[in-house]
Every structure is written in C-alpha cells, then in structure tokens.
T-cell receptor
Framework: DSGVTQTPKHLITATGQRVTLRCSPR?????VYWYQQSLDQGLQFLIQ???????AKGNILERFSAQQFPDLHSELNLSSLELGDSALYFC?????????????FGQGTRLTVV | AQSVTQPDIHITVSEGASLELRCNYS??????LFWYVQSPGQGLQLLLK??????LVQGIKGFEAEFKRSQSSFNLRKPSVHWSDAAEYFC???????????FGTGTRLTIIP
C-alpha cells in the first residue's frame, strides 16, 4: 500500500459526460501528479500541483482540469468525454514535488467511456 | 525534449535465469533515472533510482541498475528471477528544474517455469 488513495477504482460512463476522479496523497506529501495510461499513448504526464498551486503541465487536454484543495487532496475533472479518453488514470504524490524525490503512485482509476 | 526508450516490448525468461531490461534516455543534462514496476491491476512501485554518485544502484526485490553516461543507458538487472517478478517494468527520467517524469513505453516480463 503506497498510501495514495484514488477513488473510484472503476468508472463507466457515456460519451459526452463529465466525471471527477479523486486523489488523497500520502500524509505529509505536498505535491500531487496526475498521469494517464492508455494502450496507445503509454504513461503520459498530465499535470502537477504543489501545495495548492499548479506547478507543471503536460499533455492535458482543454476538456480536462484539475485542482488541489487546501487539505491537499486533488481532483481531476474530465468533461465532454470521448471514447479515446478510456484509460487508467494514476495519481502520485511526493513530499516536495521535485524530480529527485520519490513519487508514490495510487492504484489508479480505470475509466471506460462507452 | 527528454525521452526514454525501452526497446524491448516483451521479454520472456525462465525462472532462475538472469534478467536485463534495457533503457536509453535522451537529453543533454544529467538525468534523474528511475525504474518502476507495475503488477497487474496495481499502481507503480519504485524499484530504484539514480541521482548522482555511484553509477551502480541497488533497489528492492534484488534488482540493480547501472547508469552509463557514455551510452545514455540505465539498464535494469537481476541475477535470478522469480515467478513473482512477472510484471510490466517502466524506466523514467526527470531533470532538475523539470519536475515531471517522462516514462518509457514499458517492458512486459513473462516468467516461464
């Protein structure tokens, strides 16, 4: 158990809908990362937050948004869902969000868009 | 832009045999290098990491990796694999001031009895 909690574990929804994925980081970790894992794209970095502020942005679509709340949990919002958004979405957390600090991954949320 | 190449999509080895998984990175600066393992239905677990110093690093579960700057490589090794090592292995690279990790496409390891 990495200490990073993601909910829900599985999500099935229809095209055009909006979903929210939730992540609770390890106790004491200030930084949260979101990654998307799909068969064709592999593991892609989406976005990083540190102590409530956006720190780095990757290949995140405009239909997607995220935020980190004062209690440090984070949510990833996916809207106007398309079939191609079906993937495993991982959250990771680290103490200070720097590249040389170990990031601990949650077990992921598997999103299926039908 | 930084990139990571894992040239082997799938490797099959016999239980008890040695293992080497290849990883090459591309960037001019000194990288931070990582190997993660993903078991079916699980998240990623860090096996080992290299930031600086000794180029041979030891990790968990008996794995080690060697950083070779001249070859831009960070290959993962294990002298004797166990059936429980069957999983997907990802190499990743990061850099000071560039806080996101870039992952390779992964190598799926199958262990045969």
């Amino acid at each position: 158990d990495s200490g990073v909690t993601q909910t829900p574990k599985h999500l099935i929804t229809a095209t055009g809908q909006r979903v929210t994925l939730r992540c609770s980081p390890r106790s004491g970790d200030l930084s949260v990362y979101w990654y998307q894992q799909s068969l064709d794209q592999g593991l892609q970095f989406l976005i990083q937050y540190y102590n409530g502020e956006e720190r780095a942005k990757g290949n995140i679509l405009e239909r997607f948004s995220a935020q980190q709340f004062p209690d440090l949990h984070s949510e990833l919002n996916l809207s106007s869902l398309e079939l191609g958004d079906s993937a495993l979405y991982f959250c990771a957390s680290s103490v200070d969000g720097t590249a040389n600090t170990e990031a601990f991954f949650g077990q992921g949320t598997r999103l299926t868009v039908v | 832009a930084q990139s990571v190449t894992q040239p082997d999509i799938h490797i099959t080895v016999s239980e008890g045999a040695s293992l080497e998984l290849r990883c090459n990175y591309s960037y001019g600066a000194t990288p931070y290098l990582f190997w993660y393992v993903q078991s079916p239905g699980q998240g990623l677990q860090l096996l080992l990491k290299y930031f600086s110093g000794d180029t041979l690093v030891q990790g968990i579960k008996g794995f080690e990796a060697e950083f070779k700057r001249s070859q831009s490589s960070f290959n993962l090794r294990k002298p004797s694999v166990h059936w429980s090592d069957a999983a997907e292995y990802f190499c990743a690279v990061g850099y000071f001031g560039n806080e996101k990790l870039t992952f390779g496409t992964g190598t799926r390891l199958t262990i045969i009895p």
